[in-house]
């Protein structure tokens, strides 16, 4: 349990290029150990309900879990400026979380819309 606490730290503090090569590498790895590495990400946001009465914090873990599919390292700025906002600056919580929703949303768009633009060809 540690060493995989130490790896995803390890992993979050790279940037893209080397957390995709990192992957690759696990992935060989996994398939000389004959290992099962099929893994679905869900295409879709979760259906997980937000609660009436909820924390700025868990609204970000709710969301993380709501949107699995989304680089977590792309929206860390904009949820810490949401709490900020709130710790510092006195927003509500329904406020930041209302402004959450709508970050995680947006992303999922970008995220689509990568998803559909054809990959150019050398």
Same mark, same amino acid.
């Given at each position: 349990? +540690?060493?995989?606490?130490?790896?995803?730290?390890?992993? +979050?503090?790279?940037?893209?290029?080397?957390?995709?090569?990192?992957?690759?590498?696990?992935?060989?790895?996994?398939?000389?150990?004959?290992?099962?590495?099929?893994?679905?990400?869900?295409?879709?946001?979760?259906? #997980?309900?937000?609660?009436?009465?909820?924390?700025?914090?868990?609204?970000?873990?709710?969301?993380?879990?709501?949107?699995?599919?989304?680089? +977590?390292?792309?929206?860390?700025?904009?949820?810490?400026?949401?709490?900020?906002?709130?710790?510092?600056?006195?927003?509500?919580?329904?406020?930041?979380?209302?402004?959450?929703?709508? #970050?995680?949303?947006?992303?999922?768009?970008?995220?689509?819309?990568?998803?559909?633009?054809?990959?150019?060809?050398?």
């Amino acid at each position: 349990m +540690r060493d995989s606490k130490r790896l995803l730290s390890i992993f +979050r503090s790279l940037s893209d290029t080397r957390q995709q090569a990192l992957l690759e590498y696990a992935e060989f790895l996994a398939a000389k150990e004959g290992a099962d590495i099929s893994v679905t990400m869900p295409s879709e946001p979760l259906p #997980i309900p937000r609660p009436e009465k909820e924390s700025v914090v868990k609204a970000i873990q709710r969301l993380m879990q709501t949107y699995p599919m989304l680089e +977590r390292n792309q929206i860390f700025n904009e949820a810490s400026a949401q709490m900020t906002r709130h710790l510092i600056h006195g927003v509500t919580a329904l406020e930041a979380i209302d402004e959450l929703e709508k #970050i995680f949303a947006r992303q999922y768009q970008t995220h689509l819309d990568a998803l559909s633009e054809p990959t150019a060809s050398p």
